[in-house]
C-alpha cells in the first residue's frame, strides 16, 4: 500500500483578474496623484556648501593655473647603493652554491637600482652581501673543519 503524497489542497482555476488603478486610499492617507509631475526648469536652490554653476561670462572670467609635472628623472637623486658583486664573485672561491645566490642578488640590485627602485636595490645589496659572507665563512670553517679531522687521522686520504 502506497501513501499518497501530501497535499497542498484544492487547487483554484485561474488568478483574481488585477485591479485597475491605485489600490484604495487608507483612512488617514491623502490618495495618490494621478500622471507624473512635470519636471521642473531651470537650477534647484542654492544650497549651502556646495559650488553652484556659473553661466559663461562668470566662467570666462576665472583665471586658470596649469602646473605641468616633470616626469621622473632617469637619473637616480643619489648614489648607487653598493651591489657588493666582488665580494659575491670572491666568495666562490669558498663556498660556490651560495655564492650563486649572492651573485644572482647584487644582478638584481643592479636591475632595480636601473629601473629607479631604489628600495628594492637597498635590500638587494644587502642580500647580496649577506650571502657572500655566508659563503665565505662556510668556506672557511669547512676548511677549518676538513685540516682537523685529516690532521687528527679521521680523514684518510690516500
Same mark, same amino acid.
Given at each position: 500500500m502506497t501513501a499518497a503524497?501530501?497535499?497542498?489542497?484544492?487547487?483554484?482555476? #485561474?488568478?483574481?483578474? %488585477?485591479?485597475?488603478?491605485?489600490?484604495?486610499?487608507?483612512? #488617514?492617507?491623502?490618495?495618490p496623484m494621478p500622471g507624473y509631475?512635470?519636471?521642473?526648469?531651470?537650477y534647484a536652490p542654492p544650497v549651502s556648501g556646495f559650488p553652484q554653476p556659473q553661466s559663461e561670462m562668470t566662467a570666462a572670467?576665472?583665471? +586658470?593655473? +596649469?602646473?605641468?609635472i616633470?616626469? %621622473?628623472?632617469?637619473?637616480p637623486p #643619489?648614489?648607487?647603493?653598493?651591489?657588493?658583486?666582488?665580494?659575491?664573485?670572491?666568495?666562490?672561491?669558498?663556498?660556490?652554491?651560495?655564492?650563486l645566490g649572492a651573485i644572482q642578488a647584487s644582478q638584481r640590485s643592479r636591475n632595480s637600482y636601473?629601473?629607479?627602485d631604489y628600495g628594492?636595490?637597498?635590500?638587494?645589496?644587502?642580500t647580496a652581501r649577506f650571502n657572500a659572507i655566508s659563503a665565505i665563512v662556510i668556506g672557511v670553517f669547512g676548511?677549518? +673543519?676538513?685540516? +682537523?679531522?685529516?690532521?687528527? #687521522?679521521?680523514l684518510n686520504i690516500q
Amino acid at each position: 500500500m502506497t501513501a499518497a503524497p501530501p497535499s497542498y489542497g484544492q487547487a483554484m482555476a #485561474g488568478f483574481a483578474p %488585477p485591479m485597475p488603478g491605485y489600490a484604495p486610499p487608507m483612512p #488617514g492617507y491623502a490618495p495618490p496623484m494621478p500622471g507624473y509631475t512635470p519636471p521642473m526648469s531651470g537650477y534647484a536652490p542654492p544650497v549651502s556648501g556646495f559650488p553652484q554653476p556659473q553661466s559663461e561670462m562668470t566662467a570666462a572670467a576665472n583665471q +586658470v593655473t +596649469v602646473v605641468a609635472i616633470q616626469p %621622473p628623472s632617469p637619473h637616480p637623486p #643619489g648614489p648607487q647603493p653598493p651591489d657588493y658583486m666582488m665580494l659575491s664573485y670572491i666568495s666562490c672561491l669558498f663556498c660556490p652554491l651560495l655564492a650563486l645566490g649572492a651573485i644572482q642578488a647584487s644582478q638584481r640590485s643592479r636591475n632595480s637600482y636601473q629601473h629607479g627602485d631604489y628600495g628594492k636595490a637597498f635590500f638587494n645589496g644587502r642580500t647580496a652581501r649577506f650571502n657572500a659572507i655566508s659563503a665565505i665563512v662556510i668556506g672557511v670553517f669547512g676548511a677549518v +673543519v676538513l685540516t +682537523v679531522m685529516f690532521k687528527m #687521522g679521521m680523514l684518510n686520504i690516500q
